[in-house]
């Protein structure tokens, strides 16, 4: 089934009795363990990125949709809870990066099974595959949503309500608080928004002893029923009744999210070996029963006779047993270490890589660099050139008009002095005439 729209997102009790989980074998209190454990972990790494309430709020509500839906068989919880917060980080317009989110889920999980913080490498191969397990599980969740993720949280109406109802002040911070523990339940997938805020209004009265009108009903105004508000109390109260919510192992794509050597070396630790099981009949007293005919009493002792021979027989065979167990266990050991050996290698290979790399980089920005330089040195040159040629050219010219200037003089004199030795030479004459 793919939603359509808000509507198509709430459930009947029958539906949940039914849900993919029942199917696949586990139980209804470890589902709902399971179920608060994952909103535990959605609330806790939202304080830890400084996200607002609004974010977990939607984050807790996409997860309990995306279980209605599929098994927690199927997908691990842990992983499942860190998609539902990244997508609702950039849903209500405060996104964080998929890193600051494996890296808050991985310190989460380090101090949940009490283990060594751990450096995570950004360049190591577990962080990348961390990081493609959490882009393929946020896939998930959106198709099964059918890319329709609008939610509708009962805070916005809880204010309305109390305004309306004229109740004291310190009501107010009681119900927002029912309001944020009932996003830990079934109640938003189960109820409205609406019904939700009626119920968490009326059990913060009920707990300040504040009196609500009655007479006519106060739920009518805001379109709830009685029934609705009672079974919203009870879940409630149901959940404070609960101790606090540990993980129970159900997936089977791992139990971890951060895939630690360490967790996985305790977890091959911790499986019990194969140890033949004894019979109940081999355990039982070899008395004949009362009341019972010859025949019986023949084929008791017979019985009887046949176990005490076959037991050294089934000693031999658990011997065995343990003794390949020994084996098995040994060479379970030799894997892990050959395993520990080549992620080392890989690890280190993939350091040497990324220095490589970061090497070629920096020798071809110095290449890059350096061709630059280069390039500048040219320009400059080439404008040194032409402002030289333009300087000459300038030179030039104004050397070719003082020349031309000095000529025009000279011309200019040589014809004054001709024509002053033509004047005198006439004078002359007319001297010697006279």
């Known amino acids: 089934m793919i939603y359509t729209a808000i509507d198509t997102f709430y459930l009947t009790d029958e539906q949940l009795q039914n849900s993919p989980s029942r199917k696949d074998g586990i139980d209804e209190a470890t589902e709902t363990t399971l179920r608060i454990y994952g909103c535990d972990l959605i609330q806790e790494s939202g304080i830890l990125l400084r996200l607002p309430q609004a974010v977990m709020a939607t984050g807790q509500v996409l997860f309990h949709r995306f ?13 499942v809870a860190a998609s539902c917060v990244w997508l609702a980080s950039k849903l209500e317009e405060s996104p964080r990066k998929a890193r600051q989110v494996i890296i808050v889920f991985h310190r989460m999980e380090c101090r949940r099974e009490n283990l060594p913080i751990e450096h995570l490498d950004l360049y190591s191969k577990k962080y990348v595959d961390l990081k493609m397990e959490l882009s393929r599980t946020e896939r998930h969740i959106l198709k099964e949503m059918g890319f329709i993720c609008h939610v509708e949280h009962p805070h916005k109406f809880i204010s309305n309500y109390l305004a309306t109802l004229e109740t004291p ?8 608080n029912l309001a944020n523990d009932s996003l830990r339940t079934t109640l938003c997938v189960r109820f409205k928004s609406e019904v939700v805020a009626c119920g968490v209004v009326y059990a913060a009265a009920r ?11 106060w739920w009518k105004a805001f379109d709830a029923e009685k029934s609705g508000i009672d079974e919203v109390c009870r879940v409630l109260a149901h959940l404070y009744s609960l101790p606090k919510a540990q993980y129970t192992p159900v997936s089977k794509d791992g139990d971890s999210f951060t895939f630690s050597n360490k967790s996985i070396e305790s977890k091959s630790q911790s499986t019990p070996k194969d140890v033949p099981q004894s019979s109940p009949l081999g355990d039982a007293d070899t008395a004949v029963p009362k009341g019972a005919t010859g025949e019986a009493d023949i084929e008791s002792v017979g019985v009887a006779l046949v176990k005490q021979i076959d037991k050294p027989r089934e000693s031999k065979k658990s011997d065995d047993e343990s003794k390949s167990a020994a084996t098995d266990g040994g060479a379970r050991d030799e894997l892990t ?21 970061d090497r070629d980089r920096t020798k071809s920005r110095d290449r890059d660099r350096g061709r630059d330089s280069d390039r500048e040195r040219e320009r400059e040159e080439i404008e040194r050139d032409k402002h030289k040629d333009r300087r000459r050219s300038r030179e030039r010219s104004k050397e070719t008009g003082h020349s031309e200037k000095s000529k025009h003089h000279s011309s200019r004199g040589m014809n004054r002095d001709y024509h002053g030795s033509s004047y005198s030479s006439r004078e002359k004459d007319r001297h010697r005439h006279h």
């Open 207 to 217: 707990r300040f002893q504040v009196p609500l009108p009655e007479n006519p009903p």
């Open 169 to 176: 002040p310190e009501l107010r911070q009681e119900a927002w």
């Open 67 to 79: 279980y209605c839906k599929k098994s927690f068989a199927r997908f691990n919880v842990k992983k």
């Open 337 to 357: 270490l050959k395993s520990k050996s080549d992620r080392k290698m890989e690890a280190s290979g993939d350091i040497r890589r990324d220095r490589d790399r």
